[in-house]
Nanobody, 125 residues
Framework: QVQLVESGGGLVQPGGSLRLSCTAS?????????????LGWYRQAPGKQRELVAA???????NYTDSVRGRFTISRDNAKSTVYLQMNSLKPEDTAVYYC??????????????WGQGTLATVSS
């Protein structure tokens, strides 16, 4: 079974940057799912619902929610079983717990859904 661990959150001033990482671990067979499945970064601010921030397919196609497009960049390194979220020009409204999600994927991985534990990003002066 695959496990995801996020890192890179912290406190940053408005206009600053953070780079979040999410690394998968597990058996060799289970990590095949990481390579073939989609990945996403979600966030949940206090009192709000969890929302999708950015997603990347197994082939590298990306999409972003409107509020972060042009400021955030999602990328993946399958060799390291890691997905990244580069966050630039941060605003106080970007403050949230950020979660990565693995899945779904094709065929036998169609029901794959694994969440990380979350990492807190706080944007404040």
């Amino acid at each position: 079974q695959v496990q995801l661990v996020e890192s890179g959150g912290g406190l940053v001033q408005p206009g600053g940057s953070l780079r979040l990482s999410c690394t998968a671990s597990g058996s060799t067979v289970s990590l095949i799912g990481f390579n073939v499945a989609g990945l996403g970064w979600y966030r949940q601010a206090p009192g709000k619902q969890r929302e999708l921030v950015a997603a990347i397919t197994s082939t590298g196609s990306t999409n972003y929610t409107d509020s972060v497009r042009g400021r955030f960049t999602i990328s993946r390194d399958n060799a390291k079983s890691t997905v990244y979220l580069q966050m630039n020009s941060l605003k106080p409204e970007d403050t949230a717990v950020y979660y990565c999600k693995l899945g779904p994927g094709p065929g036998p991985w169609r029901n794959l859904e694994v969440w990380g534990q979350g990492t807190l990003a706080t944007v404040s002066s």
